[in-house]
């Protein structure tokens, strides 16, 4: 459509192979002239479509289309478009996966973090429920079967972790790197083409990453049948595995990968699919001779030892049988992030307010008096409340931004909001509030200023105060942990700095903003509680540290607060309704069941609380059976989730 041989050379070229794709082509290519990225040419390799397609899209000065007169498939037809591609960068995006804004500055960035990887990969959500994965990378075990990660299940952020491979539906390969293996295998038309390549990239030296803001909706075999898929998928699994496992894992792998197969086809056979699932696995034996030629000619170029390439693969049958998700810390991510400036740093404080009191305003006017800009996210409070503090805002010059919702999102979704808000204002630092946190005095400047005295401060991802409260039932600690089986409770006290944190609070957190485009955002489904746990083991588990501020100090309340007897003694609690307890109890499990593994010292100590809770519900609250109730689902529902 258009000739771009006489504009500048883009960074980023992307692939899209089109056959029978209807509207979705159209939709494709409307998300990404939205991209924020604008340094990108878009080759559209038409596979000989009879659907009208390519005819109805619009003319675009970035969009050069090439008519197949012929479907050559996925892979010769993406290598074509490699072929033309002018960019750095060869990003394929299936045309039924729809690029968020933000998807192809997300997948630059991380390629330039990580020199040494040779593909990055999307979080894939289905289209038809983006509350749920449609993948996040392509673990790969060691019997040659490969998947989606995660796919069906309830999507949760991730860090920017090591994967095996990537799914081609939406990735990006550093084009050294893709044309130094060859591109993909063309013998293999589609499915498993993207293994394949991995496997090879692997082999060659190079690693593959996922990063969580480069996202996609994907709608996922929009127009091949089953029958299709199970050939083709069945076939190139054999050749995939033949071809590219290193001789020792061929060697532990080839046994239980037959019988795996041979078990699948004989349970087709009883479902009435049997003959594809044959036919394919004769085609696989046919071609075994010019496999086995090609796997010499892989493994003789191998960079990578036998033991280097295992590690990579998945070895867990759990994870095989359940299709879950298997990613890699990356040891050293923290180093590859942007320090924010040493001077003058932009703060943005982000405030969540629902059903407030007096004390917001007190919250706010600490806000205001410590950050260049506070961005109130006010959860559908009475309209009156609204009216005021819109009031308010307009009056502020600018330095007050509400975000009004018109119900209670949860803490999690408004805390993403205010977060999404204080990222596009350019902050460096964005400071976590609820509407009954009043920082102390200089409590921003005083973190900021016992950042810039560590001596290792890369690896510092969040700064925590002092909290205290009117009740005094707030003790000065802070839960740490060397290592994975210790625990400590720090006593975090004027003129002191506590390392190596497990979790903080999110009321005072100040977290750097550029760790949020490598660890993910908030959990919605969380709603409230836990939100803050979860994010901060999240965030150890990517290699960043909290680290505990004395000196700064933030009087917060934490709960409703009561004093009990039982036995003549007298006890102050801090406690919450049903409803809460159930949050509470299900998002811990969801949280020891995804991050347990981080700190079993923390674990162990956090199954102790929740029996703790159940104590305390029997022994000192009112409506115990309602509260016991409650603590009960939310548990059942943490393990079904």
């Not at 696995?281 to 030629?293: K, N, P, Y």
């Not at 919450?576 to 010292?601: C, D, K, M, Q």
């Not at 519900?617 to 989730?641: C, H, M, P, S, T």
């Amino acid at each position: 459509m258009t000739d771009l041989t006489e504009t500048p050379t883009p960074a980023v070229s992307v692939l899209i192979v089109a056959w029978q794709s209807g509207d979705h082509l159209a939709r494709c290519l409307d998300a990404l002239d939205r991209q924020s990225w604008r340094d990108f040419e878009a080759i559209v390799v038409d596979n000989a479509s009879s659907d009208g397609a390519v005819e109805r899209l619009v003319p675009r000065p970035w969009l050069r289309v090439d008519r197949a007169d012929r479907n050559l498939g996925f892979a010769v037809a993406n290598n074509r478009a490699a072929a033309q591609a002018r960019g750095r960068y060869l990003v394929t995006l299936n045309p039924d996966a729809f690029a968020e804004p933000g998807w192809l500055a997300a997948l630059v960035a991380a390629a330039e973090r990580h020199p040494q990887a040779g593909s990055v990969g999307s979080v894939q959500l289905l289209d038809a429920d983006p509350t749920a994965f449609d993948g996040v990378g392509d673990p790969l075990h060691a019997v040659g079967a490969a998947w989606r990660g995660g796919r069906l299940r309830p999507a949760h952020p991730v860090s920017e972790s090591e994967v095996f491979g990537v799914c081609a539906a939406a990735a990006l390969y550093r084009r050294e790197a893709f044309e130094a293996v060859g591109g993909f295998c063309e013998r293999f038309f589609c499915f498993y083409e993207d293994v394949d390549l991995g496997m090879r990239l692997r082999l060659a030296g190079w690693t593959a990453i996922v990063t969580p803001d480069a996202v996609v909706r994907h709608v996922g075999s929009a127009s091949a049948p089953s029958s299709f898929v199970l050939r083709y998928a069945t076939r190139n699994r054999v050749w995939a595995f033949l071809r590219g496992m290193p001789g020792p894992v061929l060697v532990a792998g080839v046994l239980p990968a037959a019988l795996i197969l041979a078990a699948g086809a004989l349970a087709d056979t009883v479902t009435g699919r049997g003959i594809a699932r044959w036919c394919a696995l004769r085609e696989a034996l046919a071609g075994l001779t010019q496999t086995l030629a090609e796997r010499r000619a892989i493994q003789d170029t191998r960079r990578v030892t036998p033991w280097e390439f295992a590690r990579a693969l998945t070895w867990s049958p759990f994870t095989y049988l359940r299709r879950g998700i298997d990613l890699r810390p990356l040891a050293d991510l923290p180093t590859r992030l942007e320090e924010p400036p040493e001077n003058t740093p932009r703060v943005v404080a982000v405030v969540v307010s629902y059903q407030p009191d007096e004390a917001l305003d007190r919250v706010l006017d600490a806000g205001l008096a410590q950050a260049d800009r506070v961005v109130l996210v006010e959860n559908g409070s009475a309209p009156d409340i609204q009216e005021r503090l819109a009031t308010r805002a307009a009056d502020s010059g600018g330095r007050l931004t509400l975000i009004a919702n018109p119900s209670n999102v949860g803490l999690a979704t408004a805390q993403n909001q205010g977060l999404a808000a204080a990222l596009a204002d350019g902050a460096d630092w964005i400071l976590l509030q609820d509407d009954d946190s009043v920082p102390g005095d200089s409590m921003v400047a005083t973190m900021i200023e016992t950042w810039r005295g560590l001596p290792d401060r890369r690896r510092v991802g969040l700064l925590t105060p002092r909290l205290t409260d009117p009740e005094g039932t707030l003790r000065a600690r802070l839960l740490t942990a060397r290592g994975r089986f210790d625990l400590a409770r720090t006593p975090l006290l004027p003129g002191t700095i506590a390392r190596n944190g497990l979790f903080a609070i999110a009321s005072g957190s100040l977290i750097r903003a550029r760790v949020l485009e490598v660890v993910g955002r908030m959990d919605d489904r969380f709603f409230i509680d836990y939100v803050d746990v979860e994010f901060s083991l999240r965030l150890r588990r990517a290699g960043f540290e909290i680290v505990g501020v004395g000196d700064a100090t933030l009087h917060h309340r934490l709960g409703e607060v009561k004093t009990a007897r039982l036995l003549g003694r007298t006890k102050t609690l801090s406690t919450h309704e049903a409803w809460r307890r159930r949050t509470i109890h299900r998002n811990r499990v969801r949280v020891w069941r995804r991050h347990g593994t981080v700190s079993l010292g923390w674990l162990a100590f956090d199954v102790t609380a929740a029996l703790y809770d159940v104590w305390k519900a029997i022994a000192y609250e009112n409506d115990k059976a309602a509260k016991l109730k409650a603590i009960v689902r939310g548990f059942l529902e943490g393990w079904r989730d």
